[in-house]
């Protein structure tokens, strides 16, 4: 899953307008912005499957350090921790630590059965990825809502604050259409730092915060 994550995240301004959009991208993203670094470190694996549906074509070999349930959860509470400890707001903290969680959830439905609950344990996934109609069909629902939601809860400040967004989302959609239409990789390598671009995803999410302020009630 890819745009669904940061659909989330845009999501999650509404009850948490405290929170600044970076560091919900950040969240609902973490599990995929930690992965390219434990695959360039050669912690974790990733190669190509020979016979794969269209949406699925990488081999989920080993990520169980960004990917296990384990290790979500782990994730999900360091996430609230530190947010506890800058903002001593628990309701906050525990909203940002389920945005971090609902990665994870995400990703079962639509993975096929490569994510492991724990380091060396069983692997799930309900493979929604089979059918590519419904998993594009499902990522767009979620991604259209996450930006109505956003724009309902939110009001630029000024010009920057509305196109930068509009770009954000414009880039996103792009990459995923990319992603869906475009050819299959024949390899992984060097997949690990094309894949590290996404952190650009929660700075620019904190770039447009800084232009865009939360809607006042019945605005
Ligand atoms: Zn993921």
């Known amino acids: 899953m890819l745009i669904g994550h940061s659909a989330v995240a845009l999501a999650a301004k509404k009850p ?12 609902a993203n973490w599990l995929d912005l930690i992965w390219p670094v434990f695959l360039i470190l050669g912690i974790e694996q990733v190669g190509v499957l020979a016979d794969h549906p269209a949406m699925a074509p990488l081999d989920f070999a080993y990520y169980p350090f960004s990917h ?18 800058r903002s001593r707001s628990a309701r906050n903290a ?13 990703d079962l439905v639509v993975h096929l059965p490569d994510l492991p609950l724990a380091p060396g344990g069983m692997k799930v996934g309900l493979g929604l990825w089979r059918s590519t109609a419904a998993s594009v069909a499902l990522e767009l629902a979620l991604f259209a809502a996450g930006i109505l939601i956003y724009l ?10 509305r196109w930068s ?30 894949a590290l671009a996404f952190w650009l995803v929660p700075l620019w999410g904190w770039w447009i915060g800084r232009h865009r302020r939360a809607a006042l009630p019945g605005e």
């Open 16 to 27: 948490a307008p405290e929170i600044g959009l970076g560091t919900l991208l950040l969240a």
């Open 68 to 85: 296990s349930l384990l290790f979500a959860v782990l994730w999900s509470l360091i996430f609230a921790s530190v947010h506890w400890m």
């Open 94 to 106: 525990v909203l940002l630590g389920l945005v971090v969680l609902s990665h994870w959830g995400l």
């Open 152 to 161: 309902r809860a939110t009001r630029a400040r000024d010009g920057i604050g």
């Open 165 to 194: 967004f509009w770009g954000l989302a414009a880039v996103l959609l792009a990459v995923y259409l990319a992603n869906v239409l475009g050819p299959a990789p024949s390899s992984t390598a060097g997949l690990g730092w094309i």
